[in-house]
């Protein structure tokens, strides 16, 4: 048998019968098919003999198709030509417009985590990022609040009216997590773990994958085949540096792949500058040039006090810098045909900035 792949995507309006009567087809030629429920439309995977025959024109046209070989099928651009957007509560990654994801790397305490969210809301992001279970290289680093900072998290959200995106590091706090925040974030040392990626395929929720610092494009890719798979396409995939020979950066930002994604997948990339660097003041031009190499949205690493952080705060940017970041990158948009995602319509003008008596 060979190992031809042809992917056919068939709209909802196709009956049942058409997508099994092209299953027998396949059948009748020594091919075996594999039909999956992706955005709406079902993508059928045959591989066989019978890939490499004329199509039939007795039966349902499919809307796209596509040859493949290897383990990288359902994130295919050719599938979803227009690409896809997600929706991460109410903000949208992926619909033409510039998101900005922004807040602390990790949840520490009510007043860091309130005086964080208000800078971010009022300058302008659509969604709001912070750790409350956080992996670290040492068992003796701040793992983070866990179930604690699920919930400062929450009241955050409800202040502000951002949706909340934090890190889910273990299979079995899925479920658990998925009743509270609005989107997960798969970190770079779980690119890999295909029990998590599978359980979070299953959730149905909206997701942010990761590159591992150590992982090739092709590895990124195939790592969110494991959601795909599952039915699941509210997925982003985060470039956020990976480990080379340089030293002067923390990682190496490699926006040649945020380039090469949008060309070969149709999910939606967004870039972290802020774990990559590891250099506050690296951050606006580096972001500036991820916008400008495709990037759907930034994940941006914010900090009231970050020199008190418990966590990477020597990456943070303060208030006021990110302020001027996002007023530059609404002149970026615009000069690229762009513009920023709208924020929530509350309004933050008035709330003073200062911190609360519970920021230590």
Request: hydrophobic content about 45%.
């Amino acid at each position: 048998m060979t190992d031809a792949e042809l992917l056919l995507v068939f709209d909802s309006t196709i009956d049942p019968s058409g997508i099994a009567g092209w299953a027998q087809h396949f059948d009748s030629t020594g091919t075996t098919t594999t039909t999956y429920r992706l955005g709406g439309a079902d993508v059928m995977v045959a591989q066989g003999p019978g890939t490499l025959l004329p199509l039939p024109a007795d039966l349902p046209r499919p809307r796209q198709t596509a040859r493949a070989s290897g383990g990288f099928r359902l994130g295919r651009r050719e599938l979803f030509p227009s690409g896809t957007a997600v929706s991460i509560g109410s903000a949208v990654i992926g619909d033409g417009d510039i998101a900005v994801f922004a807040g602390p790397c990790a949840v520490e305490n009510p007043g860091q985590m309130m005086s964080t969210a208000r800078a971010a809301a009022r300058h302008g992001a659509v969604g709001l990022r912070g750790g409350a279970f956080k992996p670290r290289t040492t068992p003796y680093s701040f793992q983070g609040l866990k179930w604690a900072g699920l919930d400062l998290l929450a009241q955050a959200r409800e202040e502000t009216g951002l949706p909340i995106l934090t890190e889910v590091v273990d299979p079995r706090h899925v479920d658990r997590m998925a009743e509270v925040v609005d989107g997960f974030q798969i970190g770079t040392r779980n690119m890999q773990n295909f029990e998590l990626l599978t359980e979070v395929g299953r959730s149905g929720m909206p997701a942010v994958l990761k590159r591992g610092f150590g992982c090739t494009v092709d590895e990124l890719l195939t790592a969110a085949e494991y959601i795909l798979a599952e039915g699941n396409d509210q997925l982003v995939l985060c470039e956020r540096g990976i480990r080379t020979f340089e030293g002067a950066t923390r990682f190496t930002l490699d926006l040649s792949a945020v380039a090469l994604l949008k060309r070969r997948t149709h999910l939606p990339v967004m870039v972290d500058p802020s774990h990559s660097l590891g250099i506050p003041e690296l951050i606006e031009p580096l972001t500036l040039a991820a916008v400008a190499a495709g990037a759907d949205a930034l994940l941006i690493d914010v900090h009231v006090q970050p020199e008190q952080a418990l966590c990477d705060g020597k990456q943070a940017l303060l208030p006021e810098d990110f302020a001027r970041l996002m007023s530059r990158l609404e002149m970026l948009a615009l000069g690229v045909g762009r513009r920023m995602a709208p924020a929530p319509a509350a309004d933050y003008s008035e709330i003073h900035d200062a911190l609360t008596p519970d920021v230590v």
